[in-house]
């Protein structure tokens, strides 16, 4: 809201005024913080992050860590540190033989898969095995353990809604009574299950009996939405048709219940851009984060360019103009918050009304902010 | 409601009372119809209903028939020619070369392939071959048509909602300008587009312009569920699962973007029923039409058994105890009323309490009602 | 649908095919009724009408009747007697000191308060007296009796969805197993507490503990709905507002707890119709029962003028352009099926194109069909 | 989350991989905030602010402030401004011939009346006066402005959900080009169109037509809800039933479009407290801002004390046990953000166990954090 300046003689009587007004716990309405927390775009490389990946194996036990997973903090958004004002982004690696140990919280997570085989995650007693491209959820309250049977360091990058939790002051966590929960379904059931379009079980619940509880209306069913299902159905799809002017090919992680979002609180999508694509510009409330499962390319966001390959992850805040270009066949992986925004009636989108609708570019991310 | 029975002497009063308001178009409360129509336990055999569509390919030409379709009426419906009270089922065969003009109506349609191969459904601008055990959608006020390309009649059961769009006296029909509206996306692009388990295209609209809408949030936005991948999802989940003790391993057709029914009007299903075995009995508010795809067995509905087998059609009553009874692994197709049975608050469903559950068969249907 | 003529010579063979396909309980789809039921306008007067409720209360005893109540029975029904396809209109009426013994039943019912005083409707427990001009509101399998404890004879309109229960073969009916239902909450408690503006008690459970269940999400959980409301509120607001080009100044009685339709299956009005009104003509899906509360006009239907005074009642059938012409300022009550033929995806409305937007009346309404 | 301690000799290594990680913009999990912003239960005197108020008349010109409004700075909150973590509370004062020009944003406003008469807000064209007690909504971009016609200041409580959209980073405003906005409809028109109850007007339309949408299914289309007639109704109601353990007699000022919260964002109640009342404590998530309306007591918050009366404001932090004891009749407003709290899967609510269900106090709140 505006805020005006203060005019002349009456500064000194206003700074009592405000001081006395502070010794009550109160603060005038048109005094507003000049500097206030902001998401800025920026990007996290990979080549920066598997090393401290692989530091992380060394130096941090799993017995301090619980999860050995690294936070990419925005430098807009100061003291809280997350990717963007509402989502957490994070890279996690796990040795062979460890295992992170089951517990739930009120959050709700993904992992997109980036590094390795062998590692699985277990979710209310449903284990499926992890591949590099894997879109893996463990929704609000669901009790989940991760272990590692293979060779090599399994890296995947978690996205949570905890910020927007803990705005809520609604937080909450459990531990579990052993380090892994009982499995009592197939492995990966959920995936033929699920998996098959538009074909939906029917003799399954669509809550669990507990109590806060779990509801697969609410957050999806599925367990793992495999790569190789979606990346067949983007290139496929891209032969046939244009897709939007603005993401090109892309297809949301949906609820197979409800057709909606896959999380209350998040959307996720891949994203396919052709060889040589270059997208409209166009903004949109609703911060997101971008992952590059595969390819080369850039994106501008409010005019800058940021350059992009294999497996960086970038954000775009909410309301920035943003459009992408492509050198190779590109994936991308990304999850917003768009559908609080619009449960809110807050979601606004618009088209880049420039030449050819597209941005002049104004300068190339440093790496700083 | 209650019907009490006249006493005595007020008899003779009652009729002229009776009468009089009969002249003024009335009629009291507590005279019921004796013998109101009902829908009845009912199954009509592929092998008599097969040699009638062979004699209407001779005898019925395509410009009389519009669609060469042969209604199966129940005999409790009396005047009504309809399966149920709320449902259509008619087999329908066209041949080699013919085509089923372009039209579109308020009624929604399903069509469920039996026999033969080389003819499609083109449905708003989306040609579809068919193939047996397909599962083909026209919704309300799609415009449509049917042709055949291939060698033989290629026969199915179309399963509309008509007797419902009539009881609201809300039936639209219109015929298209041309025998066939003209093409505008790839043959069977929806079927990679919604085929793919719970990965949903960004940039399609629910709505088309026009209206009255068509609304795929309303109606499922799938022309073609193809049988193969219905049948592997069974056929893999019946190693994993149980299903429902009432209706063994049971896959919806849904509409990709709600997760809900594939019509407003009409839920649809294929189910496995294993070699041996023997559901439960059960009974619900909405009237069901099943059709066996492949197998032989028999459905106790009401006490009696029904003894089925390859491409027969039969009917499940509203709120009649029934369980089925597999000879062989057997697959069912079957579609019935109860998205609107409980959008109107009418859903009822009991568990058969008698002895395991089954019940007892007092008789056998003969063929006649 | 279409229905094309036989040609020629085939018509012996086809009539043999046709006997053939009827013994095997089959019919052609291009054969159908040429003069199927369909719902008319119509006008049932209160003059014809209390005469036969004062005789029946002499030759009806409340034994045999459990509810005196006359159907108008629209004589293009045929068979089915009810005033319109979906949806029943009766008059009922109650003598002091009977008492109409407790039942429920799945269809919902709705009562018009004509005449009398001392009568009351009990639904649940809570017990609300009537006046005339009152709207009660019976739901779906919510025990209900009626008594009264006044003079002279009480008269009501009864509306029920009963033929669309019927329709799809949910009626159920249970009477209580004493005359009344113990009362259980303070009398007309509904009224209070739905009754000031946009004020929900937060404490009301919105189903009750039974099943099937009592929903008043799908159903209002308002008894009475009184008349000195709904008048004092049209009056006013036709002073403000001028409403619906169609309409005039129309309220409808909602379900507070969803601003939605007071029922699942009915949609009811009160409206007001100023002095020397004279509205526009449209036409909309889903038949509605007009009753006359009080004044005198008359309305076109389908270009035939139909005379209206106090405490009459008629119908405009489904897709029947109609318009109102008000004499007195008037106040008509109203229901119909809307909400079911908008859930089902089947409503439309047209606005009538003609000259200034109103029918040339061609016919006047004799009292016959 | 857990948070394990860091152990032995690797602390040093731990140090040097921290600054490593903090040059890359990213953050280790496991190292939390010690002492993160978290809301106290807290109380706002009006004794103290009432004088604030008056002295910010003196001091603060219109022009400088837009609005003349002191938040109140919830101390657990630190930098940031606000009463809860998602809600605003603040005083506003307006001087008789004072304008608060006309303005909207995407954050939506409640305004509940404390002291004066002859003030006005005018939403999208309606004028509606505001008296003490009365409930005033200006949804997220409705246009509104604020004047004062009549004697001596004019002071109410300012509710936002400013912290919430700002989290979203959604927060948009637009001046509107003249100070005050075209009035297009009756005074208070609103209140006659909704004020009736479960009655609603049928042929306004939900949306206006702007974009984007002011969605009248998502808030409140009433711009005033009379405290007069929600005060009748507690009262009597309270006469004639218990209402919650918890709460008492508590009514909610819906949206009658849909039965649900009035703001998409904040649900907002009235509640009455009968003398010598003590309800049984609970806790749930949802912060809330209580405002006393009318009356003298305390409330038990976490185990303290909070004495309150006429005009105080006190918040109850999510999932803070609480409970109430009144010492005379006393009528307080609330809201909280529960209506996005459920909406995201995270409310959840507990009843105290302990004895008699109620709280034993281990101190008294002294007007310090």
Redesign the interface.
Known sequence: ???????GT?LE??EL?YE??RQ???????VR?PN?P??LP?L?KWS??RP?LM??ME???M?????????????GLK?Q?SAT??LLA?LQVIKPGEIAPT?R??PSALRFVIEGKGAFTSVEGEKSYMEPGDFVTTP?WTWHDHGHEGEGPMIWLDGLDQP???????L??E?YEDETYPLS??NG?S?????????????VKYRDSGK?FI?Y????P?VN?KYA??R??LF??AK?????PF?G???????????AAAF??MAC??QLLGKGQHTKAHRH???TIYHVIEGRGHSVIGGTRFDWGDKDTFVV???SWHEHVSETDAVLFSYN?TP??S????F?EEAYGGTGGQQAVTGTFSGK?
């Open positions: 809201m505006a805020v005006n300046e203060a005019s009456q009587e206003l005024f006395e007004l009550a716990n109160g603060h005038p309405l048109w913080d206030p902001k998401v920026f996290w920066d992050y401290l530091k992380a130096v941090v036990p017995e301090m860590a619980n999860r050995r997973a690294l936070f990419f903090a925005n430098p003291e540190k004002s509402t994070n517990h919280h009120s609000n927007l939790v803990e705005k809520f002051e609604a909450f966590w531990g379904k197939a059931l995936q033929r299950m699920y998996g098959a379009g538009s074909l939906r079980p029917t003799w806060p509801d209306q609410r957050d999806s599925m939405y299902q979606a067949d159905t496929q799809l046939e048709t244009e897709g939007s993401d090919v892309t297809l949301e992680y949906v609820n197979p219940n409800t057709g209350a609180t999508f891949a409330t609703g911060g805040p909410s309301w918050d609080v925004v449960k809110l009636g807050l606004r902010a």
